[in-house]
Structures are given as structure tokens and as C-alpha cells.
């Protein structure tokens, strides 16, 4: 029997710090720093996980001996230094309420949950848990979903022009789909549709993305996929009840244009 690799290890560390086990994921990290004292994932990850300010120092500590350039590590380790000198500072003079904002190590989400990651945005504690990891830092939750807002250019009014245009296109499609696909033999249907459905979908989508000027929503993919399902469903029924084969390709064009459309329209 061989050991899990350092990798291996760091990943079932993090998975485990993801579901909230964080004893398990201190364990595999350990190993993991154990059998590769050189490893930087695994002594980072360590620091998320490690409950005391003093052990995250170390482990911040250690991968800055390994590379003392890394960005990460000393702004985690600066941020625990003034965690730490902030504890002094309120033994010292108890009473004195001034070391508030510097002494919060709560994730902002998750009050019962030390942490020594900060949103590198708006500087807001964050656990491991809730921290996604972006090419310029880890950032919370709540950063991440204003910077999507920010992305995304459209209005209400585009789901409207969307359902408007892609409900009559759907309907039109799923019934040429069923009544033309739907004659031809079993594996006809099936090879034709399977080659059919995705570029008329992806046509959908694109007559849909024109019709909003190419502004972005976040449910226009999902809005035009309901349409496309609530028009073909009624041609799929009819079909399966009726007898024929047409309700194989309409099946298909449901499918195969769902994940099309959603797809294309992100
Ligand atoms: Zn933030
Ligand atoms: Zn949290």
C-alpha cells in the first residue's frame, strides 16, 4: 500500500475545509507538510484551516522561508502580526474599545468562524469556506456578486425581448422538428436530429442575443431554455400519445437545444 501523494493530500484537505470537517482537513495538511516540508500549497492551506493566530504565523512563516516573495503569505502573515499585536494592545488596556475593527476574525458569514483571510476588496473577514479564490486575490461572496452585477448590462426588459423572440422561434422548430424528423425511419430521426438540434438551438440563441443588443443578464440563457421547453413539450406529448416516431426528434431538440441555448446564452 502506498501513502496519498502531497497533492493528493492538499486537495482532500481543502475538500474537507470546503465541508466545513476541518479536523479532517488539519490532519491530511499535516501529513501533507509532513512528507513535503517544501510544499507551499499545503503549508497555505494549513494556515486557513489551524485554529490559533500563532500557527497560522508559522505556517505563513514557513512559506516565506520557502519563497519569500509569496504575495499570499505575507499579506496573511502582516494580517496576523496586527491580529496579534492588536491582542496585546487590548490586554494591555482593557476597556479601551479602539482595538474593534483591527480584533474582528469572524467570517462576516459565519460568526462562530476564525479566520484569517480577509476579502482583498473591501477587507471584510472571510473563511475558507466562503473566500473564492480569483486571479487577483481571494474575495467574498459578496464582492464577487457585485463585480457580476457589474458584468452583467442588461435589463429586465431584455428577458422579455428574449421570451418574445425565442417562445414563436421554439414553437416553429420543435414542429418541424416533430412532423418532418418524425416521418423519416427511427435511426434517421435520431442521426439527423442529433446533428439539427444543436444549430438550430445555437441559431435561437443567436437571433435572441441580437434582439438584446448583446447585453448580458444573468438568467437570459435560462429564460430562453424555459421557452424552448414550454414550446416543445406540448409537440413531445402530442407525439408520445399520438403514436410515431416524432417524438424522438422532438425529444432531441429539447435536450440537445436546452443545453445549447444555456450554453451560448451566459
Ligand atoms: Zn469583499
Ligand atoms: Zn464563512
Not at 14 to 31: C, F, H, P, S, Y
Not at 47 to 73: I, R, Y
Not at 259 to 266: E, H, Q, S
Amino acid at each position: 500500500m502506498s501513502d496519498p501523494s502531497v497533492p493528493d493530500l492538499v486537495e482532500q484537505g481543502r475538500t474537507a475545509a470546503r465541508v466545513g470537517d476541518i479536523e479532517d482537513a488539519r490532519r491530511l495538511l499535516e501529513q501533507a507538510t509532513r512528507q513535503m516540508p517544501d510544499n507551499i500549497e499545503a503549508w497555505l492551506t494549513l494556515a486557513g484551516v489551524v485554529e490559533s493566530l500563532a500557527e497560522k504565523q508559522t505556517c505563513f512563516k514557513q512559506v516565506l522561508a520557502l519563497d519569500p516573495n509569496h504575495s499570499e503569505a505575507r499579506a496573511g502573515l502582516a494580517l496576523i502580526e496586527q491580529k496579534l499585536a492588536a491582542q496585546v494592545l487590548e490586554t494591555s488596556s482593557a476597556g479601551d474599545s479602539s482595538g474593534q475593527d483591527t480584533g474582528l476574525a469572524f467570517c462576516y458569514r459565519h460568526p462562530d468562524v476564525e479566520t484569517g483571510l480577509r476579502c482583498n476588496r473591501c477587507g471584510k473577514p472571510i473563511c475558507p469556506r466562503c473566500a473564492r479564490r480569483t486571479p487577483v486575490g481571494f474575495r467574498c461572496p459578496d464582492c464577487i456578486r457585485e463585480q457580476e452585477n457589474k458584468f452583467y448590462t442588461g435589463g429586465n426588459l431584455d428577458y422579455l425581448i428574449a421570451a418574445a423572440i425565442s417562445f414563436p422561434l421554439s414553437l416553429i422548430a420543435a414542429a418541424l422538428f416533430t412532423f418532418l424528423l418524425g416521418g423519416l425511419w427511427f435511426f434517421w430521426a435520431l442521426l439527423i436530429g442529433f446533428f439539427i438540434a444543436p444549430a438550430v438551438a445555437g441559431f435561437i440563441a443567436e437571433v435572441v442575443r441580437w434582439g438584446v443588443r448583446k447585453r448580458r443578464s444573468r438568467y437570459l440563457g435560462r429564460v430562453v431554455a424555459g421557452c424552448l421547453i414550454l414550446a416543445t413539450l406540448p409537440f413531445l406529448l402530442f407525439s408520445l400519445l399520438g403514436g410515431g416516431g416524432g417524438w424522438i426528434a422532438a425529444g432531441i431538440f429539447l435536450v440537445l437545444g436546452t443545453t445549447t441555448v444555456l450554453a451560448r446564452l451566459r
